[in-house]
């Protein structure tokens, strides 16, 4: 199993990202799937997760209303789109697949992640 996040990068307060989430050797429908962010010195944080069977979403209170996660079954690939980013929203940001097909299994494998850093 192997999940690759792409799409990070440097932006300006109020700026926005799109993060994927691409696998190799499975499909990501099978699974729920989590975005969690890791800031130096601090603890991992889990940001947005949704179902496989129903895609209903949950979002950290950190995020919700700005952040959305979403996934195309098409290209086996999940979205985490972050608008009106904020500097305390720089951190590695990570895709993960769950235990189970439900949110809140806790995490199962994921892979490198992505650097998203905000400036002021």
């Known amino acids: 199993v192997q999940l690759q996040a792409s799409g990070g990068g440097s932006v300006q307060a109020g700026g926005s990202l799109r993060l994927s989430c691409l696998s190799s050797?499975?499909?990501?429908?099978?699974?729920?799937i989590d975005w969690f962010r890791q800031a130096p010195g601090k603890a991992r944080e889990g940001v947005a997760c949704?179902?496989?069977?129903?895609?209903?979403?949950y979002y950290a209170s950190s995020v919700k209303g700005r952040f959305t996660i979403s996934r195309d079954n098409d290209t086996n690939t999940v979205y985490l789109q972050m608008n009106n980013l904020k500097p305390e929203d720089t951190a590695v940001y990570y895709c993960?697949?769950?235990?189970?097909?439900?949110?809140?299994?806790?995490?199962?494998?994921w892979g490198q992640g992505t650097q998203v850093t905000v400036s002021s």
């Open positions: 993960a697949t769950e235990a189970g097909r439900n949110c809140g299994g806790g995490y199962r494998d």
């Open positions: 949704i179902n496989s069977d129903d895609d209903n979403t």
């Open positions: 050797g499975f499909t990501l429908d099978y699974y729920a």
